[in-house]
């Protein structure tokens, strides 16, 4: 097995038996606020330690403002991103150019100022939504390849807004995709949906790029309508939902003792590893996320 994936807070990083398994999916769950952000930040930049290369920053906010990674990473890291904002060109130099490009952050939906889930949409914004996402396909897999490629090896998906029904909603139909489709397939047949017709054409250099993708280490960081975190504890997981594919889940949310309020978070699943499933209280300090063990 590879490496463990460090997250970038040692104490952490103890309760999950020495870091994050390669090659699977966590799931950081918690409110808005709550610090999902800040670690996912601080995981993605721990890759300049590990791999030589930082992870990227996926931002699948629809509506308002970014989840303002920008601000946190310099901030945290002293981490200046690189934004994706490319547009594709479909012929063969210049798609290869493209899926090459290494940025760190992508915000795939920006400005759209739509709602995300079925229930509060007609049939019409619906079919609109679907439109706009298959527009953003090419553009997500150039992204995530052409990192991929450059040798980053861990992603965090950010701005999944709460629902009460996963199915529907287009932002996790979107991460279905990406999570199956480009994160969990060969390189080269991720390339082959990238470059279709001018795969062939560019097949030598996809060769040279190869990458190994049960390497690669997911984080999804998940908006969640529970704010305290013993209701988080007790929250039922459905068949298919998110929860129940993670390899690994992570509840922050707040805790009260008395008329104080604090903050404190669990491992709650951790396939294929031993790990400690202790409440450990935690703050939110100008370098991130200080765990009180």
Known sequence: ????????IP???ELLGGGLIPGTL???????????????VGFA????KQE???????????????QNHADYARRLCDWKLSEFETDLQRDAANLWNTALSRRDYMHVFQHSGRRVTASDLDSDAWREWKYEQ???LDQAIAFFYGNFA???RRCVIDGVEPTNKAADSIQFEMFEYIYHQILRKEYDWVARDLFRAAFRANQESIETHAYNHRDIGCMLLYTSHEVMLDDLLVRPIESGDVLSNANTIILMGKTR?????GRALQVAKHRGSACDESIVPYTIAESGLKLMR
């Open 1 to 8: 097995m590879s490496d463990r994936l460090k997250t970038g």
């Open 11 to 13: 104490e952490l990083d």
């Open 26 to 40: 966590t799931v950081v769950m918690g409110a808005s606020g709550i610090g999902k952000t800040q670690l996912g």
């Open 45 to 48: 930049h721990q890759g300049t």
């Open 52 to 66: 030589q290369h930082s992870g990227i920053l996926f931002d699948l906010t629809a509506r308002g403002d970014s």
């Open 134 to 136: 298959a527009k953003k």
């Open 150 to 152: 450059h040798g980053v």
């Open 257 to 261: 003792d008395g008329n104080k309020m």
